[in-house]
């Protein structure tokens, strides 16, 4: 059974500082795992994508992330938040691309 | 090369109609998914479907809703006799053949569907 784990619902920092999302998932296969965002009303952007390639990922606006297969995790990652990150994040694991499975979302919330 | 797209965007049905959400996939994609997202809740996985076959639907509800992907033409999602709880976001994504690698679902913008 595949499934994925968004530990945080809801995340708050302040602009300028660190931003971790953390994601786990379950697979027994070698998954492929994806970062979405979604602002509001507006639909999903792909973040990055891990398709067992480099364990770490660079994506678009400077986040990043790391596959870690010790610790089934896959977690997102910003040195430093912007108001504009605001929105909803959805960490997504796939195997053979057959289907996407979502994990609940991440709001982020960034004070100035 | 137009990304996936969902029409309408704003849908607006009473109790008891018929809801038609339609997506048309990325051009070269012959995959197609839709997904419900709930006010406050994240996306769930509906049903996935190949060109003319549903692959998986184990994520409709038994009653009401299905799905399309003729040959011709784009995806339907059809939801009959709509009621209140059936209020939310519908996102379709598309993907191409399985067996290309470094690939990821490309998501519409959405449908929102109120039943007032």
Known sequence: AQSVTQLDSHVSVSEGTPVLLRCNYSSSYSPSLFWYVQHPNKGLQLLLKYTS???LVKGINGFEAEFKKSETSFHLTKPSAHMSDAAEYFCVVS??????????????NVKP | ????????RHLVRRRGQEARLRCSPMKGHSHVYWYRQLPEEGLKFMVYLQKENI???SGMP???????????????????????GDSAA???ASSP???????????????????V
């Open chain 1, 53 to 55: 390639a480099a364990t």
């Open chain 1, 95 to 108: 195997y053979n691309f057959n289907k996407f499975y979502f994990g609940s979302g991440t709001k982020l």
């Open chain 2, 1 to 8: 090369n137009a990304g996936v797209m969902q029409n309408p």
């Open chain 2, 55 to 57: 692959i998986d639907e």
């Open chain 2, 62 to 84: 038994k009653e009401r809703f299905s799905a399309e992907f003729p040959k011709e033409g784009p995806s339907i999602l059809r939801i009959q006799q709509v009621v209140r």
């Open chain 2, 90 to 92: 519908y996102f379709c």
């Open chain 2, 97 to 115: 053949p399985v067996g290309l690698a470094n690939t990821e679902a490309f998501f519409g913008q959405g449908t929102r569907l109120t039943v």
